[in-house]
């Protein structure tokens, strides 16, 4: 089983859409939780950390259920620039990677 | 100047040849890792550095030796590579708290991408 997994993707989505990315981990001792971004050929870059009461930045909320060792990212009313791979992070001593999930938002 | 520094940005080397990737860190933080990123796969944690002291090597063959001088700087030292070595190699930098919890994850670097002819 993988430590961390994440929708395969590709998502297409247009302006405006409502978009929610899943991830499941492994590891039930891991301690913090987080969403990166990545975009092309870029570094990945922290768009935020996940708390178990849920949180929210502006269009994008974060949950995590730790019973069921889920975490989602929920993005509304995306933009072009939403554009990215979103990465699931989850730290047990060092962080652990998903995959990612690429997201194309067209107009 | 950005938190996270790494240079080159772009390498290519031969199989026989000896490099070596650079970063530094702007942020005060107490550690560093190195990073590969191949294409279609998770992030690869190779080696951490706390405190200056490795504390963990990922099963890392030893063609590729890392340093890390003071808690500015690190350095992934590569010799006698192999094509299926060519990636995105990222460094990144976290400060540790207490139980080794991160509140703020990692900074990382833009990477070296690394080709390896």
């Known amino acids: 089983r993988k430590e961390v997994e994440q929708d395969p993707g590709p998502f297409n989505v247009p302006e405006g859409a409502t978009v929610a990315f899943n991830c499941t981990y492994s590891?039930?001792?891991?301690?913090?939780f987080f969403w990166y971004r990545q975009d092309c050929r870029k570094e990945p870059k922290l768009l935020m950390s996940?708390?178990?009461s849920g949180n929210e930045d502006g269009r994008f909320t974060a949950q995590l259920n730790r019973a069921s060792q889920y975490i989602s990212l929920l993005i509304r009313d995306s933009k072009l620039s939403d554009s990215a791979t979103y990465l699931c992070?989850?730290?047990?001593?060092?962080?652990?990677f998903g995959k990612g999930t690429m997201l194309l938002v067209s107009p | 100047e950005t938190g996270v520094t790494q240079t080159p940005r772009h390498l290519v080397m031969g199989m026989t040849n000896k490099k070596s990737l650079k970063c530094e860190q702007h942020?005060?933080?107490?550690?560093m890792y190195w990073y590969k990123q191949s294409a279609k796969k998770p992030l690869e944690l190779m080696f951490v550095?706390?405190?200056?002291?490795?504390?963990e090597n990922n099963s890392v063959p030893s063609r590729f030796s890392p340093e890390c001088p003071n808690s500015s700087h690190l350095f992934l030292h590569l010799h006698t590579l192999q094509p299926e070595d060519s990636a995105l190699y990222l460094c990144?930098?976290?400060?540790?708290?207490?139980?080794?919890?991160?509140?703020?994850?990692?900074?990382f670097g833009s990477g070296t991408r690394l080709t390896v002819v």
């Open positions: 942020l005060g933080h107490n550690a």
């Open positions: 992070v989850v730290q047990a001593g060092t962080l652990t």
């Open positions: 590891n039930s001792a891991s301690q913090s």
């Open positions: 990144a930098s976290s400060q540790e708290r207490g139980a080794g919890r991160l509140d703020y994850g990692y900074t």
């Open positions: 550095y706390s405190l200056e002291e490795r504390v």
């Open positions: 996940v708390y178990s």
